[in-house]
């Protein structure tokens, strides 16, 4: 049963525009988001992060929407850079559980020049 | 840098074989994981530990076992290495921020 779902194995878009990472979940229990990136032979790092108790955060270029009753978030790189190309996984928790995270499969971003 | 360390970086063995994997940390954090990444499937919790000698088992902890004997260090175990162990496998932390997990740069193990 996999509870977080990323439907797009891959994303092309061109340098300069929008990139949007989409991402789903089955389990109403979860109550915080995460965004990870990761390179190739390197670990994923921490990207970016939202509460169920909001329903959008901003870091810089990037944006992470939340609509619970979709069960549904999404991440928006504007501007995209071609060093943004790398695997994107969504990741969710139960505050109360410990800090388990539940990861999705991935999403290969390309940004092409 | 999240002070991780994992040892090896990549390994070949024999199936049958006992594997042990090593994720040390500098940051005196609570938590540690050990996820494995397989295409198709993103990062599968293997097991997780909330303290010294406090560990559980996470979605794909068949096969694996752990021993936590220090804050510092998180051992994973395959104790009969089989070919569809071959993975890279993730260390990770958290500490003060609610949730967020820090990872190593990952071991790649090879079972042939």
């Known amino acids: 049963d996999q509870q977080v779902k990323q439907n797009s194995p891959s994303l092309s878009v061109q340098e300069g525009r929008i990139s949007i990472l989409n991402c789903d979940y089955t389990?109403?229990?979860?109550?915080?988001f995460l965004w990870y990136k990761k390179y190739p032979a390197e670990g994923p790092t921490f990207l970016i992060s939202?509460?169920?108790?909001?329903d959008k955060n901003e870091d810089g270029r990037f944006t992470v929407f939340l609509n619970k009753s979709a069960k549904h978030l999404s991440l928006h790189i504007v501007p995209s850079q071609p060093g943004d190309s790398a695997v994107y996984f969504c990741?969710?928790?139960?505050?109360?559980?410990?800090?388990?995270?539940?990861f999705g499969e991935g999403t290969q971003l390309t940004v092409n020049p | 840098d999240a002070g991780i360390t994992q040892s090896p970086r990549h390994k070949v063995t024999e199936t049958g074989t006992p594997v042990t994997l090593r994720c040390h940390q500098t940051?005196?954090?609570?938590?540690m994981y050990w996820y494995r990444q397989d295409p198709g499937h993103g990062l599968r919790l293997i097991h997780y530990?909330?303290?010294?000698?406090?560990?559980d088992k996470g979605e794909v902890s068949d096969g694996y076992s752990v021993s936590r004997s220090k804050t510092e260090d998180f051992l994973l175990t395959l104790e009969s290495a089989t070919s569809s162990q071959t993975s890279v496998y993730f260390c990770?932390?958290?500490?003060?921020?609610?949730?967020?997990?820090?990872f190593g740069a990952g071991t790649r193990l090879s079972v042939l």
């Open positions: 940051e005196n954090h609570r938590y």
């Open positions: 530990s909330y303290g010294v000698k406090d560990t």
């Open positions: 990741a969710a928790s139960v505050e109360t559980s410990g800090s388990r995270l539940t």
């Open positions: 389990n109403s229990m979860f109550d915080y």
């Open positions: 990770a932390i958290s500490g003060t921020a609610k949730n967020i997990q820090y």
């Open positions: 939202i509460s169920s108790i909001k």
